[in-house]
């Protein structure tokens, strides 16, 4: 009697024990097990598997040191003042819907579409994408080296799992992202859905450094074809503050090349 109650009280302890292991990788993305596809130079291809849980999708942000620092660094650069002002004009949605009409080119139209309101939904940024940005800050800081990353996120409903396919350079565009293409193409036939594209938007210091929240010509073209090609759900696009959400049946009303 007292073996078996050894061996469950071990059980007990080795079973907690796992569980705070995949807490600690899910407070980090950093610390989650990555499958590197392909790595040159600078260039990054590579996928996280993690369990596809609520808390992916939630406003804690977990840890996040690199954000944080950003963050701190772009309101000592701006002043306090000009630094709200600048992520509020990025989060606003209620501009007049007659401006629209006075877009004087197929980016100005995009981002008037999404801040008056007609298209998209913009959120403060969740833990997922919060956490794949803080991992590409950590190689090269947003605000000295500025860059942009492609993610692909997928899940498998059946196993209740998640896959962020992830693709960044040292270069102000990732990388063609066709490794990721070819990796989607075989595992969509595996049972992977793609919910999910990420990417993040940067400005320069005339326009107060945080990115517009809206796509480029070429971003709507690209969700376009993954629409197509992969039944996309949804575009994310962030600047490290704030998300757009938008839908696949969206993305036609884009302006695009």
């Known amino acids: 009697m007292k073996r078996n109650i050894l061996f469950t009280i071990t059980l007990l302890f080795v079973f907690e024990g796992c569980k705070r292991v995949d807490q600690l990788e899910i407070d980090s993305l950093q610390k989650a097990k990555r499958v590197l596809l392909k790595e040159e130079v600078h260039e990054e291809f590579l996928y996280w598997e993690l369990q596809d849980e609520k808390r992916l999708y939630g406003l804690d942000l977990g840890e996040v040191k690199e954000l944080v620092a950003y963050r701190d660094s772009l309101k000592l650069v701006l002043g306090a003042a000009r630094y709200e002002d600048a992520i509020q004009k990025e989060a606003t949605q209620g501009l007049s819907k007659s401006l629209i009409g006075t877009a004087q080119n197929g980016d100005r139209k995009n981002a008037l579409l999404v801040h008056t309101g007609s298209i998209g939904k913009i959120r403060k940024i ?14 090269f800081p947003l605000l000295g080296h500025p860059t942009e990353f492609h993610a692909f996120i997928a899940i498998h409903e059946t196993l209740g799992k998640m896959r962020i396919y992830f693709a960044s350079s040292d270069t102000q565009w990732p990388p063609k992202p066709q490794i990721l293409i070819e990796e989607l193409e075989k595992e969509i036939k595996q049972g992977w859905q793609l919910k999910y594209h990420l990417h993040n938007h940067y400005e320069l210091q005339a326009n107060n450094f945080i990115g517009i929240l809206a796509p480029s010509l070429a971003d709507a073209q690209y969700y376009k074809m993954l629409s197509e090609r992969f039944q996309l759900g949804q575009a994310l696009i962030t600047n490290g503050f704030y998300t757009v959400v938008i839908n696949a049946d969206e993305f036609t009303t884009f302006e695009s090349h």
């Open 126 to 139: 969740n833990f997922l994408e919060s956490q794949i940005l803080n991992y590409q800050i950590k190689r």
